[in-house]
């Protein structure tokens, strides 16, 4: 399984400090994604790193990738109450997403 | 911004019944695919749809399941006969390509009873 997984499960942090999240997974990748789900919402995308790519920039988003350790790492900067969902990784290597388990982000005003 | 659409929003069905789940995708992808979400756990992937064939499909993904296009817009996920255990979030995805990112719907709740 190419499966991704998050690390921590649930992170809680106070309003402007930064939040990292970190995501391994086991198989080659042609990319790797980053989504953010609301409670009980669909599934938004974020951001998307190719397999070839060290470190990529959104907004206050950057995403690394270290194909050799098979792990990524998410960064918001800044955090806003509006930032608390839960974040998944998402490796793409043969025409499916597979998904991790998640961090859940708590942005405490 | 184009929205992958689902309909309904949430079903009740009782077990033994059969159940479609209706997505319109965006109008220029080309790959779609269903998810899954059970309360509190990871999304799985069912299945992949492209040129109007499956692609790929998961071990969920039994003979009780089915999809369709019928019509160029539309893309449905049926389960013939709903088991307790099909109680969840099912989520339609469509991208436009190939190892790109995904457009997700905002899912139908469906609740086996």
């Known amino acids: 399984s190419q499966q991704g997984e998050e690390d921590p499960q649930a992170l809680s942090i106070q309003e402007g400090e930064n939040a990292t999240m970190n995501c391994s997974y086991k198989?080659?990748?042609?990319?790797l994604q980053w989504y953010r789900q609301n409670s009980g919402r669909g599934l938004v995308h974020l951001i998307l790193?190719?397999?070839?790519?060290r470190e990529k920039h959104s907004g206050r988003l950057r995403v690394t990738l270290d194909t050799s350790k098979k792990s990524s790492s998410l960064l918001i900067t800044a955090s806003r109450a509006a930032d608390t969902a839960s974040y998944f990784c998402?490796?793409?290597?043969?025409?499916?997403?597979?998904f991790g388990q998640g961090t859940r982000l708590t942005i405490n005003p | 911004e184009p929205e992958v659409t689902q309909t309904p929003s949430h079903q009740v069905t009782q077990m033994g019944q059969e159940v479609i789940l209706r997505c319109v995708p965006i109008?220029?992808?080309?790959?779609f695919y269903w998810y899954r979400q059970i309360l509190g756990q990871k999304v799985e992937f069912l299945v992949s749809?492209?040129?109007?064939?499956?692609?790929?499909k998961s071990e969920i993904f039994d003979d009780q399941f089915s999809v369709e296009r019928p019509d160029g817009s539309n893309f449905t996920l049926k389960i013939r006969s709903t088991k307790l255990e099909d109680s969840a979030m099912y989520f339609c995805?469509?991208?436009?390509?190939?190892?790109?990112?995904?457009?997700f719907g905002s899912g139908t709740r469906l609740t086996v009873v």
């Open positions: 995805a469509s991208s436009p390509r190939a190892f790109a990112g995904y457009t």
């Open positions: 749809f492209y040129n109007n064939e499956i692609s790929e």
């Open positions: 109008s220029n992808h080309l790959y």
């Open positions: 998402a490796t793409d290597g043969a025409q499916k997403l597979v």
């Open positions: 198989t080659s990748i042609n990319n």
């Open positions: 790193i190719r397999s070839n790519e």
